[in-house]
């Protein structure tokens, strides 16, 4: 059995967030950085720009223009988009694997799909820019990727005992490895010194105790993990559909229309970010 300071102290001897993605972290929430700071830091990654590069100019972004350098590309998309592609490359490829029993491809593709689909909550219903909730989105199941590092046989053990319905995933996790995802990740956001709104989506995005505020991050990763669930794009294969706390159940119902104009648009959205997901290369 471990603890959440376990898990995570172990698989940060494994793996962490790389410098550049932890100094750009730092970066965003500095008042006084600049566009000039932020390129420095990116260009001391020949590789990340190459790859930041190629995904400014996917169909995600539809810049007319190609844009061919970072200082360029920090103007298009601004610090805070620019922040969420250099954390999308530091995780990416913490997620390859495949596998019946627990997938972190599958996980990836949740996380990337909670991320679009709580970009445009924040966007259409809020009108909100929504760079914030998508860093939650992609980085709020890190700590299943922690587990699966550490634990991973009683991590399946505990997914083995959802799918026969011994509860939900997180009891399941508790009994087995004496913690869960939400908790073991919230210690790796107070690591990575991402912001509080980052920890509290990634510590409460299962807790229906919980009173959400909305327009609040950690209330929008709750509505976009739910329709993610609802919509197949399951992080263990066989978990149910969670439960929305009731204040955010009324909130989805007198908003219906738009959120089925969402669950319509969500497709053409997820093939447009195709290469901010993809984990072939």
């Known amino acids: 059995m471990y603890d959440a300071q376990q898990i995570v102290r172990k698989f940060s001897d494994i793996k962490t967030l790389p410098h550049v993605a932890f100094r750009v972290n730092q970066l965003v929430k500095d008042d006084q950085a600049t566009m000039h700071d932020f390129e420095e830091v990116i260009k001391l990654d020949p590789v990340l720009v190459t790859r930041l590069l190629r995904l400014v100019n996917s169909p995600y972004f ?14 298009f998309c601004g610090l805070k988009q620019l922040r969420n592609l250099v954390t999308v490359e530091a995780l990416r490829g913490m997620f390859k694997g495949d596998g019946e029993r627990f997938s ?4 990836w593709l949740h996380s990337a799909t909670v991320a679009i689909l709580a970009e445009m909550i924040a966007k259409r219903i809020f009108g909100l820019d929504g760079e914030d909730v ?13 587990e699966d590092q550490v634990a991973g046989e009683e991590l399946r053990l505990a997914a083995d005992a959802m799918r026969r319905g011994e509860g939900l995933l997180l ?5 087995y490895l004496g913690t869960d995802h939400c908790e073991t990740g919230a210690l790796l956001a107070k690591e990575w010194k991402l912001s509080d709104q980052v920890f509290k989506a990634i510590r409460y995005h ?12 950690p209330a929008i990763i709750v509505l976009a993990d739910f329709m993610a669930f609802k919509m197949q794009y399951n992080p263990v294969p066989g978990a149910p559909v969670p439960s929305l706390p009731p204040v955010l159940a009324r909130h989805v119902k007198s908003m219906m ?5 969402i669950v319509r648009d969500l497709p053409a959205e997820m093939e447009k970010a ?3 997901y993809r984990t072939d290369d």
Not at 257 to 261: E, R, T
């Open 206 to 217: 299962h807790d229906d105790r919980k009173t959400f505020t909305l327009p609040s991050v």
């Open 104 to 107: 972190r491809e599958k996980l």
């Open 274 to 276: 195709r290469e901010l």
């Open 134 to 146: 998508f860093l939650a989105g992609i980085i709020h199941d890190v700590g299943l990727v922690a």
């Open 171 to 175: 009891e399941c996790e508790r009994r």
């Open 62 to 75: 539809g810049l007319v223009q190609k844009v061919e350098s970072i200082s360029k590309a920090v103007v």
């Open 257 to 261: 229309a738009n959120y089925k104009i």
